[in-house]
């Protein structure tokens, strides 16, 4: 035997909107009713889609302007690499504040002697930067293809094989 229904719903009862048994909220029928699709799309003018490409450069650059102001060649402004300080190994960042150092006076054979592959990625950042700001500019969507699980790889295979070298006799070109 089957328990009976309360008009409210219960166990067995289906709901939904317009279905016996429903319970919903009114507001919640309301937006069930009316498809995503037949909402109109939310405009964004120029300034607000600009918004985060030029936030995310107003923060680059006061960076690059604190490290371009102080130093890191003279000692005690910035603490040491732990990993060269404890072992005498370089890691692949050791050398990128000498690096944005060289680059925010724009001596770029000075930053790529600190760290070639800093100012690489300075570079690739730049690219990357200067798409989003095209596409947001232009009210395309700014979430384009993302890195795969290979790309990730292939990128830790770089700074491992880029550590490995500088750190041996024969890369001695890519030490800070």
Request: hydrophobic share 50%; aromatic share 6%.
């Amino acid at each position: 035997m089957s328990e009976p229904v309360a008009p409210g719903g219960g166990p067995g009862s289906v709901s939904g909107p317009g279905r016996p048994g429903t319970s919903w909220p009114a507001a919640a029928r309301r937006a069930a009713a009316r498809p995503a699709a037949a909402r109109p799309p939310a405009r964004r003018g120029p300034v607000r889609r600009l918004a985060a490409p030029l936030g995310a450069m107003a923060a680059v650059v006061a960076s690059f302007a604190l490290v371009g102001l102080v130093d890191p060649n003279e000692p005690g402004h910035y603490p040491a690499c732990p990993l060269l300080a404890l072992t005498g190994i370089y890691c692949p960042a050791c050398g990128g504040l000498r690096s944005a150092h060289a680059v925010a006076h724009g001596d770029l054979a000075t930053a790529a002697g600190a760290n070639v592959l800093a100012v690489a990625g300075y570079a690739a950042f730049a690219l990357f930067w200067a798409a989003w700001t095209v596409r947001a500019a232009r009210g395309l969507p700014t979430a384009g293809p993302r890195p795969g699980a290979a790309h990730w790889w292939g990128l830790a295979g770089l700074l491992l094989v880029f550590t490995a070298v500088r750190n041996l006799p024969v890369g001695e070109g890519l030490t800070p």
